[in-house]
């Protein structure tokens, strides 16, 4: 490790302990008191609106002159409404009921001890993200609602817009007397400071990269610190058999076309060979704009599908494209998407019950569906208020996470006096 | 990587790839199926107790010859006695309710959509084990019981012992028609294998240590798996100015000495400056036989406490020794904690009920008691029918782990059609 990567680790070391010290007072305080500090958090970003407009502007200017892409540009960018649009959320997040205190479960032992397991925050949270400055407020908020203490680590893209934002958050949560160390942001200037997040275990409870597969795929490849996050989302509709063609045709058009570029859109079209007339669907895609892979059967239904290759199978393609196998029943799916899913979302669409129930306990994925678009895997459509993303790992939360997600649990055990024979 | 080590690693991918197949296999059987399987596993063991004996007998000489210590000789050791009480424990985690299937919570949407979140396995397990060969039966038993596939890896010097027991299960699982590989037992043979199950992720889906702290630290410096564990139980035990002077006594007691090297044994007592006479404490645990280590306040007390060295806030004693500290109020027990602890288990002693929730709800352990001896943090003692381990980690699972800890969830949505506009 050279000089400065240890000076660097030395940096996270030393924030990551103050957060903990933040984490700490936050476990103390009253649900209220940190639901106010979100609002006074999000009243500072509405009066801070035009410093917040200068610094992104400087951070559109250097990425202006760096050719960034228009996509980039636009994820980038704030205007008024945007500014917000982030104030809202956060006080959207300050409205939400906490999670931290209830009570998961309680029993009385025959000696007399009473055990109840409840809720405690996480601790300290890592956010590792990309070019969207509303990131810093979102995530800040949903940790700290939750009551964690969070270390914010934003692209460089947007350093101005970054600090404005934290600072304003900042001044919030010190207008109701919360540590200014519970909200803090990594200078990006430390070029080491991500690695030196991911390793630093016991300090940061867990890291959520925000942002594409590349960061994803870094963050899991380096990761000591446990890791909340999906690499991809190759998700499946299957229309049964027994699916009912006006379902099965608005279902497909909308969980493909409706937006392709989330990770909840379809990946692969998958039609039961028994299906009566699948020619609609697929023709409903095509005239969408959709490109359409498929093997053999699937190209004798449209002459529009093209030839699929071995890996259209295991592409996410976040695009106008899907790839479309024919498969025998549901069994044929379920093996299908053992092998090539990503344990995301997968979608059955049947009249069948028992083929649906079938599908949803065989379809090993953080979300199974029937008779629903996989756009709907979202933490907000889920009722959950936000979402600080979507989890295809198997431990502690899968598919969408929000603020439970967030916390832990304690046992508590209360009793007058027993010892243990 | 030596060629050696490749082919271990190649052949844990190949264990774990078919424990994963036999986990998919698993998970659609019902939870009877499972519960039948292991009580023929258990009558499968008491049937070849003569065969496991005389394994038990190869390893036991084979230990004599390397001299290995009496309380390792006698961690090996089994007759006939311990193989039943092998069997009936299995049989006791086959009568154990599965968590899986369970509904942990339901919503409706105003869309329709109705979404459950279900239990269901983890997937594959790994344990990593020393010489008792009883775990080969208990974890194996808590995995299958959970729906999970395990990959068992015992001590060399176990390895005559675990085959058998081993050799056993499997035959009970397949009687009732359950793949082999659900229960996998690593050849011992194989030195590699452990550090191959601790970079297998994706494949396993969690390691569990069962061992003494040097299995257990080299576990969490290695892995890339998760790991469900405790390093330490560098446990407290708080006489507030306001205890009760009889179950002070006799909390300090049984917390200290009634079996001084399981995890959940106090270390280090702390009393309040306030507290009225604590010399009945320190005298009742010396003539325990407890050698008592303090600090000048602690000295004043009783002359038989020897001076504490900065190390003893910080040791896991396992042993009849006290670190015993005068501290100011619960305030100074709770900075004590946070500076000493190891996030197991901690008790306060008081009569105070404010007192006692606010220790409960600001010391940061897995398990916080009030007025009851730490030698409680036991799942059996819990309520939860066995144990696979106590864990400090503060993610998925925390305190003491049995079958829910060793299961995930899944979401269901169920619709009757919906897209999302």
């Given at each position: 490790?050279?000089?400065?990567d240890?000076?660097?680790h030395?940096r996270?070391t030393?924030?990551?302990?103050r957060?903990r010290?933040?984490?700490?007072t936050?476990a103390?305080?009253p649900?209220?008191?940190l639901a106010?500090?979100?609002?006074?958090?999000?009243?500072?970003?509405r009066?801070?609106?035009?410093?917040?407009?200068?610094?992104?502007?400087?951070d559109?200017?250097?990425?202006?002159?760096a050719?960034?892409?228009?996509a980039?540009?636009?994820r980038?960018?704030l205007?008024t409404?945007?500014?917000?649009?982030?104030?809202?959320?956060v006080?959207a997040?300050?409205?939400?009921?906490?999670?931290?205190?209830?009570?998961i479960?309680?029993?009385?032992?025959?000696?007399?001890?009473v055990?109840?397991r409840?809720?405690v925050p996480?601790g300290v949270?890592?956010i590792?993200y990309?070019?969207?400055p509303?990131?810093t407020?979102?995530a800040?908020?949903?940790?700290l609602?939750?009551?964690?203490?969070?270390?914010?680590?934003g692209?460089?893209?947007?350093?101005?817009s970054?600090?404005?934002?934290h600072?304003?958050?900042?001044?919030?949560?010190?207008?109701?007397?919360l540590?200014a160390?519970?909200?803090?942001?990594?200078?990006?200037?430390?070029?080491?400071?991500?690695g030196?997040?991911?390793?630093?275990?016991?300090?940061?409870?867990?890291?959520?990269?925000?942002?594409?597969?590349?960061?994803?795929?870094r963050?899991q490849?380096?990761?000591r610190?446990?890791v909340?996050?999906h690499?991809?989302?190759?998700?499946?509709l299957?229309?049964?058999?027994?699916?009912d063609?006006?379902?099965?045709?608005?279902?497909?058009v909308?969980?493909?076309m409706?937006?392709?570029g989330i990770?909840g859109?379809?990946?692969?079209?998958?039609?039961?060979?028994?299906?009566?007339?699948?020619?609609?669907?697929?023709?409903?895609?095509?005239?969408a704009?959709c490109a359409l892979?498929?093997?053999a059967a699937?190209?004798?239904?449209?002459?529009?599908v093209t030839?699929?290759?071995?890996?259209?199978?295991d592409?996410?393609?976040?695009?106008?494209?899907c790839?479309?196998?024919v498969?025998?029943?549901?069994?044929g799916?379920?093996a299908?998407i053992?092998a090539?899913?990503?344990h995301?979302?997968?979608?059955?669409?049947?009249?069948?019950?028992?083929?649906?129930?079938?599908?949803?306990?065989?379809?090993d994925?953080?979300?199974?569906?029937?008779?629903?678009?996989?756009?709907f895997a979202d933490?907000?459509?889920?009722g959950?208020?936000?979402?600080?993303g979507i989890?295809?790992?198997?431990?502690?939360a899968?598919g969408?996470?929000?603020?439970e997600g967030?916390?832990?649990y304690?046992?508590l055990?209360?009793?007058?006096?027993q010892?243990?024979?």
């Amino acid at each position: 490790m050279t000089d400065a990567d240890q000076q660097i680790h030395a940096r996270i070391t030393a924030m990551a302990t103050r957060a903990r010290a933040a984490a700490a007072t936050l476990a103390r305080l009253p649900a209220a008191r940190l639901a106010d500090a979100l609002r006074a958090a999000a009243d500072a970003i509405r009066a801070d609106t035009a410093a917040i407009a200068a610094a992104n502007a400087e951070d559109m200017a250097r990425a202006r002159a760096a050719a960034l892409s228009p996509a980039l540009l636009d994820r980038l960018y704030l205007d008024t409404a945007r500014i917000a649009a982030t104030a809202d959320g956060v006080a959207a997040v300050a409205a939400l009921p906490s999670p931290v205190g209830a009570v998961i479960d309680e029993n009385r032992r025959p000696n007399g001890l009473v055990l109840q397991r409840v809720r405690v925050p996480l601790g300290v949270i890592g956010i590792i993200y990309e070019s969207r400055p509303n990131v810093t407020a979102d995530a800040g908020a949903l940790c700290l609602r939750s009551g964690n203490a969070v270390i914010l680590r934003g692209g460089s893209e947007a350093t101005a817009s970054n600090r404005a934002i934290h600072a304003a958050m900042v001044r919030g949560l010190e207008s109701q007397g919360l540590p200014a160390d519970a909200i803090q942001l990594v200078p990006t200037t430390d070029r080491a400071a991500v690695g030196a997040m991911l390793t630093a275990g016991g300090l940061i409870d867990i890291i959520v990269p925000r942002g594409g597969k590349s960061l994803v795929a870094r963050v899991q490849a380096e990761a000591r610190v446990p890791v909340l996050a999906h690499l991809d989302g190759i998700n499946h509709l299957f229309i049964d058999a027994a699916a009912d063609p006006a379902k099965a045709l608005s279902i497909a058009v909308n969980a493909k076309m409706r937006r392709t570029g989330i990770c909840g859109a379809t990946e692969t079209l998958l039609i039961d060979r028994a299906y009566g007339d699948p020619a609609p669907i697929l023709a409903g895609l095509a005239d969408a704009g959709c490109a359409l892979r498929g093997d053999a059967a699937a190209r004798a239904i449209d002459a529009r599908v093209t030839p699929a290759n071995d890996e259209d199978w295991d592409t996410e393609y976040l695009d106008a494209i899907c790839a479309v196998a024919v498969v025998d029943g549901v069994d044929g799916a379920i093996a299908h998407i053992a092998a090539h899913g990503s344990h995301h979302t997968d979608s059955i669409v049947t009249e069948d019950a028992a083929t649906a129930e079938r599908f949803l306990a065989e379809v090993d994925s953080a979300i199974v569906m029937h008779n629903a678009s996989t756009q709907f895997a979202d933490g907000g459509e889920f009722g959950l208020g936000a979402e600080i993303g979507i989890s295809t790992g198997r431990l502690h939360a899968r598919g969408p996470v929000a603020l439970e997600g967030l916390t832990t649990y304690k046992w508590l055990v209360r009793g007058d006096g027993q010892v243990r024979p």
